[in-house]
């Protein structure tokens, strides 16, 4: 696919998860966080199942091991940060979680660096360390670790850190399945390991769900989860994770912009320098040099 559409199609992936923490906030107004989570991944991975008995072009084959390896990344990128990320910002502030969408990128590259030597140069590192930035300053500069948020807080961390080794693995880890089959039993891996973590928290089945948490749930199940989860594994599949990472921070960005179209807020000065920021660290990090590849 042309490098173009694929970057269209992570600015979409991120205006849907710009989206999330709201719609996450509003759903557990009526529903167990953890039922949340489970549901939307069940959800999720059903609506891309069907995926899963179409023969693929290129004549691979599933196989157990296949199979295996993909849920357990379920597990790592679905379960447990998803979980965690739904109880944190149920209890903690919403600081953290604007604070955590500047750790997320960072911390994905330098896992990759990690793991699999990817040399990015300076020029990239510039690019990710001046959005990071950008997304603190759209923010409002919050500063996370009120006191009585610590569990909250610890929670969100412990999120991020899931996802950015998700984020550095996933491209890899699923090149020769196909990506919708791959997202389905990511999906549905990552539900069924949210039963036994419904059940230990001992949340009771909602009596009544409000319209506002239902359709928070639908949002959160068919375009946060099957949708964007889908789009995130199709590009890094034929995309470097530098220039899929750095797109990470326009989550702010929108959000804000939603805030403008659905409540008419008014944007502070903060939004229009992170924002700028954010753009111009965009643009450093998809324009390569020609000799980027040296280091």
């Known amino acids: 696919m042309p490098k173009w559409f694929l970057f269209t199609l992570l600015v979409l992936a991120n205006f849907i ?8 906030s509003i759903a557990a107004e009526s529903i167990a966080p953890t039922l949340i989570v489970m549901t939307r991944m069940v959800v999720g991975g059903m609506l891309l199942s069907p995926a899963l008995f179409i023969r693929p072009r290129n004549g691979s084959e ?9 849920a357990l990344l379920g597990l790592l990128g679905f379960t447990l940060p998803v979980t965690m990320e739904t109880i944190g910002i149920h209890i903690s502030s919403p600081a953290l979680g604007a604070v ?9 590259l330098l896992v990759s660096s990690i793991v699999f030597h990817t040399r990015l140069g300076l020029r990239r590192w510039f690019a990710m360390a001046l959005a990071g930035v950008g997304a603190w300053i759209v923010a409002g500069c919050p500063r996370p670790g009120v006191s009585g948020y610590l569990a909250g807080d610890l929670l969100m961390l412990g ?8 984020n550095a693995v996933s ?10 089959g791959a997202t389905s039993i990511m999906l549905l891996a990552g539900g069924v390991g949210c039963v036994p973590l419904f059940l230990l928290n001992g949340h009771p089945w909602p009596h009544h769900v409000s319209p506002a948490s239902f359709w928070s749930l639908v949002f959160l199940a068919v375009f946060a989860t099957a949708g964007a989860y889908l789009v995130w594994i199709v590009v890094l599949q034929d995309h470097d994770v530098a220039s899929a990472a750095i797109t990470l921070y326009l989550q702010p960005v929108f959000g804000v912009l939603l805030a403008i179209a659905i409540v008419h807020e008014r944007p502070s000065v903060y939004f229009y320098a992170g924002g700028v920021m954010i753009l111009l660290a965009l643009f450093l990090g998809q324009h390569r040099p020609r000799d980027a590849s040296r280091g």
């Open 159 to 166: 999120a991020v850190v899931c996802y950015a080794v998700y």
């Open 100 to 108: 955590s969408i500047a750790l997320e990128p960072l911390l994905t």
């Open 17 to 24: 998860w710009s989206g999330s923490f709201t719609a996450t």
């Open 171 to 180: 491209g890899r880890l699923t090149a020769d399945v196909p990506a919708t």
């Open 62 to 70: 599933w196989n157990l091991l296949k199979a295996v390896r993909i």
